[in-house]
């Protein structure tokens, strides 16, 4: 019974984590996409660029947008991923697909921490709009539920009834009561 419950939540926050991820790729590429249409990197030929010219300068919010924004994306696309990967391991649930799955997730979830990292440099210097508010609460949020996944579908495994005897490549020298002896 409880192995359902772990699966279930595992189930609940993968389909959670999926959906914050679609939301913060939407508003991360509405914020990249309103940065390239409103800035003007061209100044004709022979233009110089201006002083103080940043590639990663964002029309909206401040120092720190751009490259919350950009790395926000990044998390946004591998933690999408990461939550394909987590759907073949609750499918499957074995040994081999947590590793895969616990990889991809951690990797995911390490990008989305950076991605919140700069999302608290932005509060902290202050000056944006309501749209990258939003960001950066996703962002702090999908953060704590990405470590929650990771915890439940490792504690879910440890905690039994993770698939048969055949997850484990150790050979052991006496069979088990009831199981038939291979021979090689």
Request: aromatic content about 10%.
């Amino acid at each position: 019974m409880v192995f359902g419950v772990v699966k279930s939540l595992a189930g609940f926050l993968l389909l959670l984590n999926f959906c914050m991820y679609v939301i913060v790729a939407a508003i991360a590429g509405w914020a990249l996409n309103k940065a390239i249409d409103h800035h003007n990197y061209f100044n004709g030929p022979g233009g110089a660029l201006p002083g103080r010219f940043s590639p990663v300068y964002f029309p909206i919010g401040n120092e720190a947008t751009g490259f919350m924004v950009i790395f926000a994306l990044i998390a946004a696309v591998v933690g999408a991923g990461s939550c394909l990967s987590g759907l073949h391991h609750l499918r499957v649930w074995t040994a081999q697909s947590l590793a895969s799955s616990a990889s991809s997730a951690m990797t995911s979830w390490a990008l989305t921490l950076l991605a919140m990292g700069l999302a608290c440099k932005e509060i902290h210097i202050g000056g944006r709009n309501s749209k990258l508010i939003t960001l950066e609460s996703f962002l702090i949020i999908l953060s704590g539920t990405k470590l929650f996944y990771i915890l439940v579908i490792h504690g879910g495994f440890f905690g039994g009834n993770h698939g048969s005897d055949q997850d484990t490549y150790v050979a052991t020298a006496e069979p088990r009561k009831g199981s038939t002896p291979v021979s090689v």
